[in-house]
């Protein structure tokens, strides 16, 4: 079936960093990819979106290029802030009718100043 | 719009006792989901409802029953709650395939 693997985390850099978090997924046909974002005690909210191959989706300083050849969805930033300290999680949504989106793990950064 | 919102926001329970989760979404949405989310395990989903009428199984439906009450509403049920069942909960809706938009999520406990 569907899946998605992140890298494990946490990942802990200092203000100003490069950020790369590692997705790659499994799917039959061509889904659609999405980076979400939890902050603390509350809920997820979508950072990103990618719906087709090559596709780039950008937020907040943050970038994402689905890559069907190498099945991959790795989340970059050039220069990471306190603020985005948070868990990031990456996500498929199935191909069938239900429109069901399949997660990764979650990776925790902490961005120290 | 509030957008998705959940009640309640905590809750403790003791084993076998019963309880339902509240969610309800202002956006007009077809599309509504329970998923439960663990550490190291993302989220997984329990149930959705594709539509007002419909309700089917995901990942880990064992132990909930759910009701699409109507358009706005989807409750989840825990008939006799366990201890595995402590978790932190999240409803969500779209729009087909589109953007999910999640609640704040309900911390359960139980003891």
């Known amino acids: 079936g569907d899946s998605v693997t992140q890298m494990e985390g946490p990942v802990t850099l200092s203000e100003e960093a490069f950020l790369t978090i590692n997705c790659t997924y499994t799917?039959?046909?061509?889904?659609?990819l999405f980076w979400y974002v939890q902050y603390p005690g509350e809920g997820l909210q979508l950072l990103l979106k990618a719906t087709k191959a090559d596709d780039k989706g950008s937020n907040k300083g943050f970038e994402a290029t689905y890559r069907k050849e190498t099945t991959s969805f790795h989340l970059e930033k050039g220069s990471v802030q306190v603020s985005d300290s948070a868990v990031y999680f990456c996500a498929l949504l199935s191909g069938d009718s239900s429109y069901k989106l399949i997660f990764g793990s979650g990776t925790r950064l902490l961005v120290r100043p | 719009n509030a957008g998705v919102t959940q009640t309640p926001k905590f809750q403790v329970l003791k084993t076998g006792q019963s309880m339902t989760l509240q969610c309800a979404q202002d956006?007009?949405?077809?599309?509504m989901y329970w998923y439960r989310q663990d550490p190291g395990m993302g989220l997984r989903l329990i149930y959705y409802s594709a539509s007002e009428g419909t309700t089917d199984k995901g990942e880990v439906p064992n132990g909930y029953n759910v009701s699409r009450l109507n358009k706005r509403e989807f409750s989840l049920r825990l008939e006799s709650a366990a201890p595995s069942q402590t978790s932190v909960y999240f409803c969500?809706?779209?729009?087909?395939?589109?953007?999910?938009?999640f609640g704040p999520g309900t911390r359960l406990t139980v003891l």
């Open positions: 956006m007009n949405h077809n599309s």
């Open positions: 799917a039959t046909g061509y889904p659609s």
């Open positions: 969500a809706s779209s729009e087909d395939s589109n953007e999910q938009f």
